[in-house]
């Protein structure tokens, strides 16, 4: 998704207001994590576009403007083609990463030498690879291995 920041950010706009209609544009911003000023512009330029629509429901000229942010059919179509992109680009993310850890794997697998090609390493949560042939110390030197 950093590849289209912007993209994105109106990705997450729509969501959000896909499922809550009941913030403000300073509870968006802060939900978000994004600028107020940013959030008002992003608002006003999906609204001139048609995907949100922006309602005022305040009664009377002395009171405080409430404004309701509503996801329109049209912003509902553009998250849904915003998903399916942005899912796109995740599922290439997730098969390049494969790709590099079977390689990195491969090369841990000869770097050991002794394990049968059908047998893969044993992985664990922390990321550490672990198997029954010898273990490469790649960290700092042990107290021992200094005094020597």
């Known amino acids: 998704m950093s590849e289209h920041p912007l993209r994105e950010d109106i990705f997450k706009i729509l969501s959000v207001l896909a499922s809550r209609d009941d913030l403000s544009q300073r509870g968006l911003s802060s939900h978000l994590g994004i600028s107020l000023g940013k959030t ?39 998250q849904l083609k915003l998903t399916y992109l942005f899912l796109r680009i995740k599922e290439g993310e997730y ?16 770097a050991q030498g002794d394990r049968p090609e059908n047998e893969a390493p044993r992985v664990y949560p922390a990321g550490k690879i672990l198997s029954e042939g010898p273990i490469l110390n790649l960290g700092p030197e042990s107290k021992e291995q200094r005094m020597e």
């Open 95 to 110: 098969l390049e990463l494969k790709r590099e850890y079977e390689k990195n794997i491969d090369l841990v697998g000869s």
């Open 40 to 78: 008002n512009y992003m608002l006003k330029s999906l609204a001139h576009k048609g995907l949100v629509k922006i309602k005022n429901f305040t009664a009377g000229s002395r009171k405080i403007n409430k404004v309701k942010y509503i996801l329109t059919k049209e912003g509902l179509d553009e």
